[in-house]
């Protein structure tokens, strides 16, 4: 409401040729936006913002003469020292934080510096604090663009002190992944196969994320060790001589690499999810029944251990080549790469129980009747669901369309309610097992008592097994066999949360929101992410 206000303000102040409207509506603004907060560049919107190119017919000058407006103010303002800092910095936030082009500022800023009592740049790279000095470089079919990590040190230090904290070691964990959708805004993107993979970095225990390092070209970077190089560098330093700030050094650890299993894969040069020897965790080979699958709960399966693969045990069967990673200090492998649950049970495990439900398992007729009675619940307490929730229920009609928040909110609170009566009684129950096993693994209070990671684990055997034989041995796919191994990740790194993408993947919508048109991605980026 207060925006469409201050809206509604800006466009009668437009409408009128009154000098006092004028300065009536400047002085509203000014004081809607004296007190903008600096990390509103961080707040994400769900909205799409679209922009026409406006051409001004006429010029300023003209528009001066008609109205009998005083360019003499303009230079008089940086005599009187008018320059309201408040409100260059929210004109700058808001110009990144929506795409805005430097060919619409450059008039923009000159009917403001017109028509308000602050004087702005006539160049919006100052506006926009534009580094001068980016470090971009050539890269296979690409360029990549390197972040300062001492910098990112110092503002994750930063961050821990103003909460009352004080750090004597850092825990650090990284995220890398292939940006190639939701980029309809670029024009690099629409008639070609343009994308980007950003190295992100984050403290352990949900802190926030900041680039390391930033990708772009028309395909995937070719060598992963080629990709990491500079990051492995200034990672590998930092771990031998520490952060030194105000005389204090700080240990830096990496902690683990969080990531889903096509950019593991890529990161570890191993085997993909699709191969017969794709477990992460143990040495299990696949079975072949219409597609790669891993059935059965094998207890004497040897897991891999990070020596074998530092010593490249597994050549050929497993491994396709050495990992840079190696070369980093007390960072295992196997040890340090957790699964990932945000990919392995919302938009893995669960997303295949809804598709097995609704194609695979049930006659067609009753599929229909089971999807309208489902989707009709859902529907029905869409308009109670607290707003704690990021997504209100939909249809499952739509469900290959869900986001992880949304099967997140179905397995842990939904599923249980709407299926009841509805669903299969032992797939029902099969479900159920998932259900409670998750939500034992996402409390903290639980997680720190063996027995209920015990009981969590065998839950999970438990649900592999009626799994398997309710839905066939086809179906074991490699996010069904890795809940095996997922308790073991929750005894090293505490509940789930702590090592999911979640955190990742909210912040690649800030990424989307900075990349833009043009030429020189990268430096655009830059220059978004500096203010």
């Known amino acids: 409401m207060e925006d469409a206000s201050l809206q509604t303000r800006q466009t009668s102040c437009c409408n009128s040729t009154s000098a006092t409207d004028i300065n009536k509506c400047n002085k509203e603004i000014t004081a809607k936006t004296s007190n903008v907060d600096d990390n509103i560049a961080y707040i994400s919107t769900n909205q799409d913002v679209e922009f026409d190119d406006v051409l001004l017919s006429e010029s300023l000058e003209e528009i001066s003469a008609a109205n009998n407006y005083n360019f003499d103010m303009i230079n008089n303002k940086f005599i009187n020292g008018n320059v309201d800092e408040n409100f260059i910095n929210a004109v700058a936030v808001w110009a990144i934080k929506y795409g805005i082009s430097h060919s619409a500022l450059i008039p923009l800023m000159k009917i403001l510096n017109t028509f308000t009592n602050t004087m702005f740049f006539k160049d919006p790279r100052t506006l926009l604090e534009t580094p001068r000095n980016i470090d971009i470089y050539t890269m296979d079919d690409g360029q990549y663009c390197h972040f300062n990590i001492n910098s990112i040190m110092q503002k994750m230090i930063t961050d821990v002190r103003e909460s009352g904290t004080n750090i004597a070691v850092l825990d650090l964990l990284f995220n890398i992944d292939g940006i190639t959708r939701g980029l309809q805004h670029m024009s690099i993107s629409r008639s070609s196969n343009a994308c980007f993979w950003p190295i992100l970095l984050s403290k ?313 048109k043009g030429d020189k991605p990268l430096q655009k980026f830059q220059e978004g992410l500096a203010k």
């Open 204 to 516: 352990n225990v949900c802190g926030k994320v900041y680039v390391a390092g930033l990708y772009y070209g028309y395909t995937k970077p070719k060598d992963s060790n080629k990709f990491l190089q500079k990051f492995v560098s200034d990672i590998k330093s930092l771990i031998i001589t520490g952060y030194i700030d105000n005389d204090i050094t700080i240990k830096v650890n990496l902690s683990a690499l969080i990531c889903d299993t096509p950019a593991k894969s890529f990161v570890l040069a191993v085997k993909s999810h699709t191969g017969f020897f794709s477990c992460t965790k143990c040495t299990i080979r696949g079975e072949w029944h219409g597609r790669v699958c891993f059935p059965g709960v094998n207890e004497n399966i040897p897991l891999r251990t990070d020596s074998e693969l530092t010593n490249l045990k597994y050549i050929g069967e497993y491994h396709q080549g050495n990992c840079i990673l190696n070369e980093i200090d007390n960072f295992g492998l196997v040890s340090c790469v957790p699964l990932d649950y945000m990919h392995l049970v919302c938009l893995g495990v669960m997303r295949k129980l809804i598709s097995l439900w609704l194609k695979h398992v049930f006659p067609r007729r009753i599929a229909r009747t089971f999807n309208k009675r489902v989707s009709e619940l859902l529907q029905n307490i869409r308009s109670t669901v607290p707003s704690e929730f990021n997504r209100r229920p939909r249809s499952l009609n739509d469900y290959k369309q869900w986001k992880a928040t949304e099967f997140r909110t179905f397995l842990l609170y939904l599923g249980p309610v709407v299926l009841k009566d509805i669903l299969d009684k032992c797939m029902y129950n099969n479900f159920l097992t998932l259900h409670v096993a998750i939500s034992i693994l996402l409390n903290k209070a639980f997680c720190k008592e063996i027995d209920y990671l015990d009981y969590a684990e065998e839950l999970l055997k438990h649900f592999v097994k009626t799994f398997t034989k309710l839905y066939g041995k086809a179906y074991v796919s490699h996010n069904i066999h890795n809940l095996l191994h997922l308790v073991a990740d929750v005894r090293k790194f505490g509940i789930l949360e702590n090592f999911s993408c979640f955190r990742f993947e909210n912040y690649m919508g800030t990424i989307k929101k900075l990349l833009r």
